[in-house]
């Protein structure tokens, strides 16, 4: 059954992660102060990451579906550039608000080829959220919303992955979830490429360190889809109960790392809610208070369930 109020749990804690992710590109930052309990001050600004998730929320919880025209339509109208958007993406955002079709404008871009980015990835989970314990519809879903943006099968299945696996980690809250299940949860929607080649790596990786994870893996330095949603789907299966240890991998980790974090943490707090009960740790509530406000047109979003 579809659960708006897990999805804006998931929702929660992508904008968190992206927020404090992003925190770690300012000079002086200190991991060891963060695994200290001592954060950055706040407020945490989020990036195009959280902006992009909200719309496919928003979305989603309108219509329950997506509506490829229309989820073109707003992230075009809500790009704001100084969120960090690369510079691809202003492009083809930048055309569809112009009046170019979307189909033309993404699928010009890099030769033609489409975007293999991880853009499709980081802002998808609250879709596969609502649509917990349905895979199927998250992945159809998943896939729409990406191609608004990226047509490039490696950028379809990254999206593709981290809606299925968020989807299997909301049908799982309040029940145990091994990390190899999850990762096996996404192994029907896999095509061959790198981002599936590097999804399976992970699974052989489960029970290694953050570092060599992210050395065979990526990090999304490269902000490519295959150097990106493997380990995000590695850290998310290996903290899945815990969030504050999952988001600090993802800094621990370096890279892209307000996108792995948002990735990561859209799956994890599909699981774990906001809070602390029994053995999960969800989304601390200084966190959420340190983060910026979501945008303001979100202003009739659900309030998070516990």
């Known amino acids: 059954m579809p659960n708006i109020e897990i ?8 904008s968190v992660g992206d927020a404090l992710g992003a925190q770690f590109f300012v000079p002086g930052r200190s991991l060891s102060n963060l695994l200290a309990g001592q954060p950055p001050a706040p407020p945490w ?10 719309s496919v929320y928003s979305e989603i919880r309108d219509r329950s579906h997506i509506d490829r025209d229309a989820l073109a339509a707003v992230f075009a109208d809500r790009c704001e550039p100084y969120r960090g958007y690369g ?35 980081m802002r998808v989970a609250p879709l596969g959220a609502y649509f917990a314990g349905d895979s199927d519809r998250a992945a159809t879903q998943a896939a729409l919303s990406a191609e608004v943006t990226h047509r490039h099968p490696e950028a379809i299945i990254g999206a593709m992955a981290v809606a299925v696996a968020t989807s299997h980690a909301a049908a799982t809250r309040g029940k145990t979830c091994a990390p190899d299940e999850l990762l096996d949860s996404v192994e029907p929607y896999l095509v061959d490429g790198r981002t599936a080649t590097g999804i399976h790596r992970a699974r052989k990786l489960l029970g290694r360190s953050v570092v060599e994870a992210a050395y065979e893996l990526g990090n ?17 299966a290996t903290f899945l109960t815990d969030y504050p240890a999952a988001i600090t991998a993802c800094i621990e980790a370096g890279g892209d790392a307000d996108t792995t974090a948002a ?8 699981h774990t809610g906001i809070g602390n009960r029994d053995s999960i740790r969800g989304i601390p509530d200084s966190w959420l208070a340190a983060r910026e406000p979501l945008p303001a047109w979100l202003t009739d979003s659900p309030k998070p369930s516990s």
């Not at 999805?7 to 992508?14: I, K, N, Y």
């Open 7 to 14: 999805a804006f749990d998931s929702l929660q804690g992508l």
């Open 45 to 54: 600004q989020w990036t195009d990451d959280t902006e992009m998730a909200c």
């Open 87 to 121: 510079a691809g993406s202003v492009v083809v955002l930048h055309e569809i608000r112009d009046g170019r079709p979307w189909i033309d404008a993404a699928g010009a871009a890099f030769g033609g080829r489409g975007s293999w980015g991880n853009g499709a990835a």
């Open 220 to 236: 999304g330095a490269q902000v490519s889809a295959q150097d990106t949603v493997p380990f995000t789907l590695w850290t998310a």
């Open 263 to 270: 990735i990561v943490g859209g799956i994890v707090a599909a």
